[in-house]
Every structure is written in C-alpha cells, then in structure tokens.
C-alpha cells in the first residue's frame, strides 16, 4: 500500500471542497482498501465519509430515497424495500457475503470497481487502470467477462447487483460537487468503456455520490432478482436479471428489465420490455422476448455461453416471478 | 509384544471412542495460536520478491534503492545462500532464491526484512530486476513430446513409470475410449504460510513455523544454510490446515536465512494472494483411456497414457506419477494392462503433493471410464463395477496380491442400497441448484444420481524408509500417573494429538496424557500425508507405550515380589514413585520395494484403502446449476480409532472432492495464475456442502496397529467422479473435465 493522508471531513461541503483528482472518498472500505493494497488504487488522500450525514431510507412521497451511508444489510433488511422492491432487497441479498454486506454502502456499491483480474494486477497492462497500456482480457482468461458494451479496450463486467435492480427501477443517483448538487439517471451515470475504459461514471472532480432515489413504481411489488453463479453464495453473477412485471389478468401491461453479469455496466433492456408488453403471459412471450436480448452481444473466447445463458436467465426469471405472486 | 492393560476399562476417552480434541475449544474459541500469530520481542518482518513472469531470463539485480529505504535490515538475493542454493522433496532442483533463471510465476527472486511489514514491501518494489521475457512451456503433452524447449538439464520429464502386465495385444469384443481432463485444483488451506525464524548464540536457528514434515524441512534448510542439523531446530507452529500443500518448503529457508543475516528474529507471513504462489497444486492431467471388456462386462484389458503438469520444479511429481500409474486402473481385477504415466515439467506453477496424490486424476478418468463401459454393455454401472471388483487375494497390476481386507464390491453395495433421499421439497430453497438465488422453483430440474469407487495408497511407497519415532515419559504428577507424549509428527487439524493420547491412555490404562510440542529434539516423525500418521507415529507411539510397559512392569515384579499382568493406576502410582520412565522408540511399518523400471512390477505399497460414493445430484438443465443433495460414502478403515474424527475425515475428503467436480480451479493462462484469492478461487461453501451420511467397515488389517485403515484420502478420490457420473445421469453429457461449470451444462452437445 502507498502512504496516503487520512481525511475526516465534517460536512458533505467540506468533503467535496477537499477532495481533488488525487483524493478517495472512504465508505464502508471493502473496495477501495482491497484495490489500495493491490495498489490497484493510489489515492495520496483518503476522506473518511463515513460520519457525514448521508444515512436514512425515507419512503415519504412514494419511492425510496436511499441515503448513500446506508449499509447493505440494513437496506436489504427494511420492509418498505423487502415488500416494496423485492428485487433491490434480493439484489442486495444475493451480493458478496454477510461480512461485506455489513460494511458496503450503497454509494459504494455503485462505485465498486470491476472483479477483472487483469484490472487487479497490477504486473498486467489494462486500460482501465493504465490507459492505452492494452487489455489482455480480450485473449486471455475472459470467462466472467461481458459481452454487452464492450469495446476493443475493455471487456470487463460490471460487478454490482444492486446496479443491475436499480437500473431496472429507472433510479437515479443524487450528487453532490463543488458547484452543488444535481440528480443523474443511473443508467447514464455509468460510461461504456470505448476507448476511455478508465472514465467509469459520469463523476465531476469532487463529486460524491449522497443518495439514490428509487421513483415509486408500485408494481415492483412484483419484482425478481435471479443470479446465476458458480457456487450457492459469495460470488459474482456469471448471468442476472431484475424483471419487474405489471399484469392484468394474463396479459402483461408493462415490463421492467434488466440483465448482470453480461454488461460493461448494468444493462437495461428495453427491447426486451417492448418485446413482453401487451403480450399475454405465456412461457411463448417469454421465449420470444428473450430472443431480444441477443442484439449487439459480442462473445469472447471464454464466455461464448453468455449470450444464451443470458436468455435463459430472463425466461426463468419471468417464469419464477410467475410464482411469487 | 505384551497385550494392552486390561486397566483400560478405569479409562476414559481411549481408542474407539471420541474423546474431545485438546485443540478443540481453543479454535472454536478463535483462541487457538497459529503460524501466523507468532510474536517475538524486537522481531523484523520478511518479505518475498517473486517473479512476475512464467519464464524469463534474469540480466540484473539491483538493490540499491530497496537498501536505502529507512527500516530496512536486509535485503539478499541468491548470492546471500551460504549453502546450497538448491531445494526439493525428491530431487533438489528448486533454488532457494532464483539466480538468473525464473521458471514460474511467483518464483522468489529476492528477499527483504524490515522493521514493519509495509516498509518490508515498500522495499522490495524498489529492488529493479531486469527481465528478458521468454516464452512460457505451458502444455505438459507438448512438452514431453514436442519439440519444445528443454526446462531443466534432463529434460522435460521428471519421471515415466510404465507399466506393462499380461498381453499388450489383447483384444475385446467391447471397447470404450475417453480423453480426460482434470484442472488445477488448490489446497485451500486457511492459514496462510507463516513463521518465525530466531537466530541463536550458538550461531543455529530456532524456526517455528507450520509445515507437515519438520525434518525434511530441517534437512532442506541445513542444506541451503551450510549448518548442521543440530544448528537448525525446528518446532511446529500451529497449522491452519495443510492437505499436502505444507509439504514443500515455503518460508522456511527465507525466514531463517533472514534471520541469520539481521541477527533478529524474523517473521514471515504470506497473504492470500502469495499463498496461492508460495505452496505447490494438485497436478493439472490429461488422461487417454481404452478399456476393453467381454460382453459380460468383464475387464479384459486396459491401456492408458496420462500427463500429469508437475510445473517448474519437481516437488513430489515422482511419487504423484508412481501413484497415478500404480493406482491408475482402480479397484478391478484386470490381467492385461498398458500404462504410461509422465510427470513433466513446464513453466506453470509446481505441482506437488495434494489429498489424493495422483489417484485423484486416476480416478475421474477410470471411473468415468466404467460408466462409459455400463453404457455400451447396457450394464447397471454399480453391476459393471462389482463384476471386476477387487477382493482380498486380488492381484494390483504391480503383482503385489492384496493381503488384507479388499471390500470393494461390499462398500458399492453399501451406498447402492441406502434409501434414496427424499424427492425434492418445493419450501426449502436451500436444496434447489442455485440455491436462494431465485433461479428455481423445480423448473428445469432433473435428478441424477452416480457411483464412484477409488482405491488410494497408504503410507509412504516404493521401498522409502517410512518410519516415525515416539518418546514417552511416565511419572507420578499430583498423585497421579501421567504420560508426556512426544513426536515430531505435524498435527495440521486432522486430529493427530487426540489419536496419540487415546492409544497412550489404552496401552498404559492412564487418564493424563500430555502431549509434548512436536519438534526436532525427538526423532523424525515423517510427513504428515499419506494417511500416514495414525498408522505409522500412531504405530511408534503404541510400540513406545510398550517399551514403557514392559520396564514397568519389572519394576513391578521388584514392589510386589510377583509378576502382574495389569496395573491399576493407583498401583501404577505405587511402583513408580518417584521414578520416571522414558522410552524412545522408532517405528516402522513392513517395507515396500521399488517398481521395476521396465515393467512396473513390485511390492510398491504397504497398504490399500478404499472408498465408494454414490452422488445424488439435481441439475437445472437449463441454467446449468448444480446441487449435490447427497453424498453417502462407504469405506473401511480397518478400526475406527477416533469414530468422529473418522467421519471428519471422510466428510472433508468428500468435499474436497465435491469441490473440484464443480466449482474449484487454479486458472492458469499461459503459466500466470488468475485467480489467487478465495473471492475468485471457489471452494465450496456450507450451502453447496450436501448431507453426507457415511458407512464405516471396520475389516482388520493384520499388518497394521490396531488393524487401521488410513483414513484421509481415499474419499476425496471417489468423490468427485460420483457427483460428475450423478451430473451426466442427469443430462445426458459427456462432461470429461472437471470441474464441471454452468457453461459446460448448458453449450455442450449431449454424447
């Protein structure tokens, strides 16, 4: 690990005043110093955000506004999430391990940096990291790799589950930088690599994610987190799906979707939405609208599966939400 | 030999039952000391420069900057070894620190201590090695028949054991063919390599550290060091877990020769990611099969040509080979058998002992082998199995004739005829493939279920001298007789510590026993693997209790003026008074012989042991997922010393082996390790981890103490091709490489 200065700012102001292109911001740590000790990040300063006001769940007024302090466990835990958006609480649920869970934040877990081992050794090149030094990933060993929103400089996966549900929710991320404060839509916080794979979010120097706001959506009630992964816990997506259904009788009205695992950020699919609304509830609707999804996906050497994974991921997701009615 | 005390039955917690571990609670507790705890007054921190490439030329070494950071006490390369800078279990081709040759990722170059451990590794960035980058030899067939680079001086070949019994020519009416892979598959012990290292007025070492063999590390480390043995004293630190990956020298010679060069003690202590670089793998292979069998299913022959991966640097690659080959038809009488084993060396990480030891690869492919032949027979696989079954009598392709308890067809009929689990239950998430992932309610789900037997040698093989040492002391502590217990024998977890008290208090028919730190001012203990320690230490502990025995019971014939045969221990108290005796015994089991160089005949292996699983698996055939709802095994142990422990044993071997059927994998790209940390090396976890109900033969062996069994391997060898045999009765697929992963369920083509 590099040395560094250790920052406590007292206020959200402050924070941002400090911090610089050279500074990090610490929340729950479970990135951040995992990537500094691999010095994969080396930030000169790091600032302790983690007694800044930035907690809270409020549910006033519809919707969720999610304070970005807020620790996984906790989110998960909170009935108006749990009834309200089952898929966020599975998100969350499904993610990384109880230890983790209890330490992440949720800005956090937006920011987390992906599980790419080139990314994270530091004796490879990567564009990520190092930009313009090469992506070995593209030859190399690219099993978890994505195949949506890659580009020739980098084809690694967004890591986050809870991006994935939240991206299916139309949420949207609360910032806070020099020049004051402003709402992005998540979808567009996150950058596709092309060729700047180390521009990741649509972050101003300073900018410090303080909430997320969950528009109300009352048939999330009916929502579903699926991941498939190579083990029963603890691990990444290899393929995931946040599907949120609005039905009348058999017919589907409207439909929310969004896959993981898959993307270089979390990936709406709003072919694949159209493709299910207005049609009749049917395991044949399912199979094709899933078909949707294969558009644009651009297979490595290792991860050919995922195209077709991805596809069954979404017609078991429809058929298991059929079930949680 | 005289008989045990029949005082025993005043005793509690002897052989047969299951005594509380004396390092139980403390690790329940997280109280227990390991490795990685250790902590001396004024001690420095050392540190490992390792390669960052698989192969490549060393032109300079440059330390000049790593010297100057303030904190910094040393920093050596190569030209610091005082002795020989060469190291390794069987053959020394390893050098402690590389001198201008790497051949592996994560092979030390340099070393550092300093005051605190970030200082130490800031250090170590600094040190400027010039790298001419050369290709890597990454494929173990290639490079024993291609034409490729030469690794080492010999050649790529770190051994070929042939066999060759009955007709090569012989010929079938039925014959299956199979390629087989098996990947990398890690140790994945939980504490890390560590130790610490305190230079001694005497000009020695004291090292305590985790290991499974201290006198061979005492052996390497003299070498390398130039000091004799009574120079290097070395005591067990407590180990987090070994499996074979402590076999090998890690930190050992590092640590001491830090020591000896800053005058301080020096600790060392890998994190995970050097971990996965600083102990040896389970040796990737690739398997080619022919089996030919009468329509009847009888085994008529079997050829078989198997390349095991041993890496840079041999490690225990010979013995691995010699197991594979010898072990490599399984448990089936077969007259005609071809087989060409090579352990090779290639630029990938050293391979060497794991849980298993080469019978583990074997085993996938020959298993997977007679499934394929209950295929083309029509057959029932358990059927195929019990018709070539091994029994005692029963000649192994080596021509040793199996002298002892060869239960095979009994421990397949034993899990064959356990009732089936229960259908699945649609409430408990839990026991779906995918777990709570939400990926099934019962869609897609197909059940499967697959046997698997496997034979495993125990003990150490082909004429070493397999030997381990015990001293007992027995005196009068408080009023009572108390026995002090001392091997040099590496207690790694598996309960050694328990099993030598339990025969102390049967042969002695004594309460107290105590056992002493294991170290190297007793005799050598051997290694702690081959499901060796219980037998062999377990063996010299007992023949020590004798020695004890018979002195005291002449002391007796002197207080009594008569003979007894029994001592209570209020007598025992009695004669001795304040005497004590101390006997040191060492202890061997019958020899073995060498493998005909030729042929691959001999009376290679002192005892078999043998284990059947039967897997039931559901299989979402759609999403690829697997769950192992059970895994029963049956195997004979001969006698259950410790019938808990027993258990533990068999459950822990059944998952390892669960583990590299479907999940764990070393990748390995040319030569560089990409998963080194247990987020992206996959062991399974307790939800992954099915109910294993276990049957336990107790058939005596004569040959043996007590007539035991070892215990540790053979699970983890049948293991593994029950769960894939239960995953292809599921789907209908090939599946010829574990581990088997989603992707392999879901693309590939059904056979």
């Given at each position: ?146 195949v949506l929103g ?112 898959m993307?270089?950020?979390?990936w709406?699919l709003p072919a694949v939405?159209r493709a ?13 609208a899933a078909t949707a999804t294969v558009d644009g996906t651009r ?8 195209p077709?994974?991805m596809q ?14 | ?751």
């Amino acid at each position: 690990m590099r040395e560094y200065r250790f920052e406590r700012p007292g206020t959200v102001t402050e924070a941002v005043r400090r911090s610089g292109s050279d500074t990090a911001y610490l929340a729950g740590g479970t990135t951040l110093v995992d990537l500094m000790k691999l010095e994969v990040m080396t930030p000169g300063r790091v600032l302790d955000i983690n007694r800044l006001p930035l907690r809270g769940l409020d549910a006033t007024g519809g919707g969720l506004r999610i304070g970005a302090l807020e620790r996984m466990t906790d989110v998960a835990a909170d009935p108006r999430v749990r009834l309200g958006y089952p898929m966020l609480s599975q998100a969350l649920e499904l993610s990384a391990s109880g230890q983790l869970r209890n330490m992440a934040s949720i800005g956090g877990n937006l920011l987390q940096r992906t599980r790419c081992g080139y990314f994270r050794d530091v004796s490879m090149p990567c564009n990520k990291r190092q930009p313009g030094s090469g992506c070995p990933a593209i030859r190399g060993e690219n099993r978890m790799h994505a195949v949506l929103g890659t580009s020739d400089s980098c084809v690694a996966t967004h890591p986050s589950d809870l991006a994935v549900a939240l991206a299916a929710l139309d949420a949207r991320v609360q910032l806070q930088g020099r020049d004051g404060v402003r709402t992005v839509n998540l979808c567009d916080f996150y950058l596709l690599p092309a060729d700047t794979p180390h521009l990741e979010h649509d972050l101003r120097p300073g900018e410090l994610v303080t909430g997320v706001i969950v528009p109300r959506l009352d048939w999330a009630q009916r929502s579903i987190y699926l991941k498939i992964r190579d083990r029963q816990s603890y691990e990444f997506a290899l393929s995931s799906a946040a599907v949120a259904i609005r039905r009348e009788g058999d017919t589907i009205v409207e439909a929310r979707v969004a896959v993981g695992g898959m993307g270089t950020r979390p990936w709406r699919l709003p072919a694949v939405e159209r493709a299910l609304a207005g049609r009749p509830a049917t395991s044949n609707t399912y199979a094709a609208a899933a078909t949707a999804t294969v558009d644009g996906t651009r297979p490595l050497r290792h991860n050919a599966f995922k195209p077709e994974l991805m596809q069954r991921t979404l017609i078991r997701a429809l058929l298991e939400l059929e079930q949680t009615r | 030999m005289t008989k045990p005390a029949e005082v025993t039955r005043s005793t509690t917690g002897g052989i047969g039952e299951s005594p509380l571990r004396p390092d139980g609670a403390l690790k329940v507790r997280g109280e227990f000391a390991y490795s990685s705890d250790l902590w001396h007054e004024d001690m420095v921190w050392g540190v490992t420069l390792r390669s960052p490439h698989p192969h490549a030329r060393i032109r300079s070494v440059d330390l000049t900057e790593a010297l100057r950071v303030p904190g910094v006490h040393a920093v050596l390369t190569h030209q610091d070894v005082p002795g020989t800078n060469r190291y390794g279990l069987e053959h020394a081709d390893q050098p402690v620190l590389a001198v201008d040759l790497v051949r592996y990722h994560g092979e030390p170059v340099a070393l550092v201590a300093a005051d605190h451990p970030e200082t130490a590794r800031r250090a170590m960035k600094r040190i400027k090695v010039d790298y001419e980058v050369l290709t890597p030899v990454s494929d173990a067939e290639h490079a024993v028949h291609g034409d490729g680079p030469r690794l080492h001086r010999d050649g790529n070949v770190v051994r070929h054991v042939p066999i060759r019994r009955g007709d090569q020519n012989a010929t079938a009416p039925v014959v299956v063919h199979g390629v087989y892979e098996v990947g990398m598959q890690d140790q994945a012990f939980l504490g890390p390599e560590s130790g610490l290292a305190v230079p001694a007025e005497d000009g020695g070492v004291d090292l305590f550290v985790a290991t499974q063999w201290l006198h061979v590390d005492q052996r390497q480390i003299c070498y390398a060091l130039g000091l004799p043995a009574d120079k290097v004293r070395l005591t067990l630190a407590g180990v987090g877990g070994a499996f074979g990956g402590r076999e090998d020298l890690s930190i050992q010679v590092h640590a001491c020769l830090l020591a000896r060069h800053t005058g301080k003690p020096v600790k060392m202590v890998y994190n995970r990611e050097e971990s996965f670089y600083g102990h040896v793998h389970r040796h990737p292979a690739k398997l080619y099969y022919e089996h030919g069998a009468t329509e009847d299913g009888r085994l008529v022959y079997v050829r078989s040509r198997i390349y095991l991966d041993g890496g840079a640097y041999a490690s225990s690659t010979p013995a691995v080979v010699a197991n594979a080959a010898t072990l490599g038809f399984g448990p089936y009488n077969v007259d005609n058998v071809t087989m060409d084993c090579w352990g090779v060396y290639t630029n990938n990480p050293p391979c060497g002992a794991m849980r298993g030891f080469g019978a583990v690869q074997a085993g996938f492919a020959y298993e997977s082998q007679m499934d394929k032949l209950a295929a083309a027979l029509g057959m029932d696989p358990v059927e195929v199995r019990v018709r070539n079954a091994m029994s005692e009598g029963s000649t192994m392709p080596t021509g040793q004739v199996l002298d002892s308890a060869a239960p095979v067809a009994e421990l397949l009929r034993l899990v064959r005829d356990r009732p089936m689990p229960a259908e699945r239950g649609e409430l408990d998430l839990r026991a779906m493939p995918g777990g709570v992932s939400n990926t099934t309610h019962g869609e897609g789900v197909v059940r499967g279920v697959g046997y698997a037997v496997g034979v495993k040698n125990i003990c150490f093989s082909e004429g070493f001298d397999d030997y381990s040492t015990a001293r007992l002391r027995l005196e009068v502590l408080g009023g009572e007789p108390a026995a002090t217990i001392h091997t040099a024998a590496a207690e790694v977890g598996q309960g050694l510590v328990t099993i030598e008290q339990q025969i102390v208090r049967t042969e002695l028919g004594i309460q107290q026993v105590t056992v002493h730190p294991a170290d190297t001012t007793v005799g050598n203990g051997g290694s702690t693997s081959a499901s060796r320690q219980t037998y062999v230490t377990g063996g010299a502990v007992k023949a020590a209790c004798e020695a004890v025995r018979e002195k005291l019971l002449k002391l007796a014939v002197t207080r009594f003026g008569e003979p007894r045969a029994n001592l209570t221990p209020a007598e025992i108290v009695s004669v001795l008074g304040t005497e004590v005796i101390e006997e040191t015994v060492e202890w061997r089991h019958r020899p073995t012989t060498a493998l005909d160089p030729e042929t691959g005949q001999g009376f290679a292996h002192v005892q078999y042991g043998f284990a059947a699983h039967r897997a039931v698996v559901d299989v979402d055939v759609e999403l690829g997922l697997v769950k192992v709802v059970e895994l029963a095994c049956a195997q004979d142990v001969g006698k259950a010393l410790n019938p808990q422990a027993v258990v533990g044993q068999i459950h822990g071997g059944s998952v390892q082996g669960l583990g590299l059927a479907v999940m764990e994998e070393i990748q390995v790209t040319e030569g560089k390790v990409r998963n080194p940390s247990f987020t992206d090396y996959l062991i399974p976890t307790i939800l992954d981890t099915p109910p294993m109900p276990v049957d336990v033969l107790e058939l005596a062996d004569p040959h043996a103490p007590y007539g035991l069994r070892g215990v540790g391997e053979p699970p983890t060898i049948s293991s593994t091709p029950a769960v894939v045999a239960a995953i292809r009765a599921a789907t209908g697929l090939a599946l010829t490489r574990v581990p088997v992963r989603p992707e392999h369920l879901t693309l590939e083509e059904p056979r």
